[in-house]
C-alpha cells in the first residue's frame, strides 16, 4: 500500500539494475524496487527468468511524488535512458525478459505513455519506430536482495562502469533540474 499523495510506475528498459539507478537519482522518486512483471508463473526466480521462458520482463517499480515530478516527465527519462527501438534487447542483454515495457496502472497512465510515444514519434526522436510495449501493469515480483540498490553496491564492476555509467552521465546531462542534489 502506498501513501495518498504517492504513486506507482512499473517500467522495464531492460536490465533492472540499469533503469533502477536511473530513476534512483531524480527528485520526488520515493523508492525503487527491481523485479519482474508481465510474465507467466507467480513468484518467479532469477535464475528462472533469465532463461527467458517465463514471459517475464526485467522492470522497476517506482514510488513518487506526482507534485514533484510527473508520470510524463518519468516516462521521458525512461525513453531517454535506454534504446525503446530494440525489440527484447538493450545494448548486449537480450531475451524477452529485457524488453521494453510501460505498465500503466489506470486509464490515465495508459492515455499518457500514448501520448509521450505519440510525442517521440512526432518529434522524430529516434530513427526506428518504437516498439516498447504498453500493457496493463500485471503482478509486479520483487527481485531477489542482491538485485536491489545493484548500482549503488557495485559501481566498479565492469558493468556498471560500461553500461550504467553512461546511462547516468546522460540522466545528468539532459535532466540535470530533476536530479536529487544528494547524489
Given at each position: 500500500?502506498?501513501?495518498?499523495?504517492?504513486?506507482?510506475?512499473?517500467?522495464?528498459?531492460?536490465?533492472?539494475?540499469?533503469?533502477?539507478?536511473?530513476?534512483?537519482?531524480?527528485?520526488?522518486?520515493?523508492?525503487?524496487?527491481?523485479?519482474?512483471?508481465?510474465?507467466?508463473?507467480?513468484?518467479?526466480?532469477?535464475?528462472?527468468?533469465?532463461?527467458?521462458?517465463?514471459?517475464?520482463?526485467?522492470?522497476?517499480?517506482?514510488?513518487?511524488?506526482?507534485?514533484?515530478?510527473?508520470?510524463?516527465?518519468?516516462?521521458?527519462?525512461?525513453?531517454?535512458?535506454?534504446?525503446?527501438?530494440?525489440?527484447?534487447?538493450?545494448?548486449?542483454?537480450?531475451?524477452?525478459?529485457?524488453?521494453?515495457?510501460?505498465?500503466?496502472?489506470?486509464?490515465?497512465?495508459?492515455?499518457?505513455?500514448?501520448?509521450?510515444?505519440?510525442?517521440?514519434?512526432?518529434?522524430k526522436t529516434f530513427k526506428d519506430p518504437i516498439v516498447t510495449e504498453v500493457t496493463q501493469a500485471?503482478?509486479?515480483?520483487?527481485?531477489?536482495?542482491?538485485?536491489?540498490?545493484?548500482?549503488?553496491?557495485?559501481?566498479?564492476?565492469?558493468?556498471?562502469?560500461?553500461?550504467?555509467?553512461?546511462?547516468?552521465?546522460?540522466?545528468?546531462?539532459?535532466?540535470?533540474?530533476?536530479?536529487?542534489?544528494?547524489?
Amino acid at each position: 500500500m502506498i501513501e495518498d499523495n504517492l504513486a506507482k510506475a512499473t517500467l522495464a528498459g531492460g536490465c533492472f539494475w540499469c533503469t533502477e539507478a536511473v530513476f534512483q537519482r531524480l527528485e520526488g522518486v520515493k523508492k525503487v524496487t527491481s523485479g519482474f512483471t508481465g510474465g507467466e508463473i507467480k513468484n518467479p526466480a532469477y535464475r528462472e527468468i533469465i532463461t527467458g521462458r517465463t514471459g517475464h520482463a526485467e522492470a522497476i517499480e517506482i514510488i513518487f511524488d506526482p507534485n514533484v515530478i510527473s508520470y510524463e516527465e518519468i516516462l521521458l527519462v525512461f525513453f531517454a535512458t535506454h534504446d525503446p527501438t530494440t525489440l527484447n534487447r538493450q545494448q548486449n542483454d537480450v531475451g524477452t525478459q529485457y524488453r521494453s515495457g510501460i505498465f500503466y496502472h489506470d486509464e490515465k497512465q495508459r492515455q499518457i505513455a500514448g501520448e509521450v510515444i505519440e510525442l517521440l514519434v512526432k518529434q522524430k526522436t529516434f530513427k526506428d519506430p518504437i516498439v516498447t510495449e504498453v500493457t496493463q501493469a500485471t503482478p509486479f515480483y520483487v527481485a531477489e536482495k542482491e538485485h536491489q540498490d545493484f548500482y549503488n553496491h557495485h559501481r566498479q564492476q565492469p558493468y556498471c562502469q560500461y553500461i550504467i555509467d553512461p546511462k547516468i552521465n546522460k540522466l545528468k546531462r539532459l535532466f540535470s533540474d530533476k536530479l536529487k542534489q544528494t547524489n
